[in-house]
């Protein structure tokens, strides 16, 4: 628990300096140990609570939701069009939101509300039903990929 709470409260003093303009940039050296942080934790909430495996794995996932669903339509986007998956390009989420005329500043609240809201489902899967947690999960990305179609859809008629 004191891990969890030293990393979030790192992080949100570190989002006051990142929010846009950002001023300061984490970086892929930040990012990874932030991820390595996550891991990390995840494995010793599996170690101590034996009987609940799968959610302490799947709690994390469902928080990354946003970095993981645009990782794998990279991904597969690159795989669909035969190019490098490693290339770089202008295709992710947040470039089609750009382009549709969305703010940096619009896009990265959205990004951070979307984060919340499934970081908040996650959490609650630790204390509430799972039954019901698990519907408003299947609602939750439903919704969010009704809104990622959208976004790509408008994104190719540009």
């Known amino acids: 628990v004191l891990l969890s709470l030293i990393l979030i409260g790192s992080n949100l003093a570190f989002l006051r300096f990142?929010?846009?303009?950002?001023?300061?940039f984490m970086?892929?050296?930040?990012?990874?140990f932030i991820g390595f942080n996550i891991a990390a934790i995840s494995v010793i909430g599996s170690a101590q609570y034996k009987g609940i495996?799968?959610?302490?794995?799947?709690?994390?996932?469902?928080?990354?939701?946003?970095?993981?669903?645009?990782?794998?339509l990279a991904v597969f986007r690159r795989i669909k069009n035969r190019k490098?998956?490693?290339?770089?390009?202008?295709?992710?989420?947040?470039?089609?939101?750009?382009?549709?005329?969305?703010?940096?500043?619009?896009?990265?609240?959205i990004s951070y509300i979307v984060t919340f809201i499934f970081g908040l489902t996650a959490f609650g899967f630790s204390f509430a039903p799972k039954e019901i947690l698990l519907i408003?999960?299947?609602?939750?990305?439903?919704?969010?990929?009704?809104?990622?179609?959208?976004?790509?859809?408008?994104?190719?008629l540009k």
């Open 18 to 24: 990142n929010f846009y303009p950002a001023k300061i």
């Open 27 to 32: 970086g892929d050296t930040g990012s990874l």
């Open 53 to 72: 495996t799968t959610m302490t794995l799947l709690i994390p996932i469902i928080a990354s939701v946003i970095p993981l669903t645009d990782t794998f």
């Open 84 to 109: 490098n998956i490693f290339q770089a390009d202008k295709e992710h989420l947040h470039h089609k939101m750009l382009e549709l005329g969305f703010s940096q500043k619009t896009v990265a609240v």
């Open 136 to 156: 408003v999960l299947l609602i939750l990305i439903f919704i969010l990929s009704v809104f990622i179609f959208i976004i790509l859809k408008k994104g190719m």
